[in-house]
């Protein structure tokens, strides 16, 4: 049996029709992911990802300027508006225990799985 091992660091390398009768692992190493985990264990509520930074925004508008922070980078930065950008650190327990536990997190890395909105 032939076997190989076929590697694509970005999302956008992956074409759809290279799935068709493969096993596929996926390995998330981003940032993102430890930021997302940090935020859950240290008491918010949600983190819900977004397209953009602007759908994040309608959402926070939609949900309530009080029950939600909008949180995201672009290239490391945090996203100009926003309460949190994507360092761990930032999603420290004692900021949930403070003002924002319990809030809904609009989401928006730079870097995302394409199928985060299906």
Known sequence: MNRSVEVCFLPGELEESWLTGRTVIVVDLLRASTT???A???GARDVIPVESPEKARELRDSIGRDAALLC???SGVKIDGFDLGNSPF???LFVFLT???ARLLPFEPT???RN???
Do not use: C, V
């Open 111 to 113: 870097l995302k799985p």
């Open 116 to 118: 985060t909105q299906r």
């Open 40 to 42: 859950l264990f240290n």
């Open 90 to 92: 930032e999603y420290a």
């Open 36 to 38: 997302i985990a940090h």
């Open 72 to 74: 995201g980078e672009r």
């Open 99 to 101: 003002a924002f536990r």
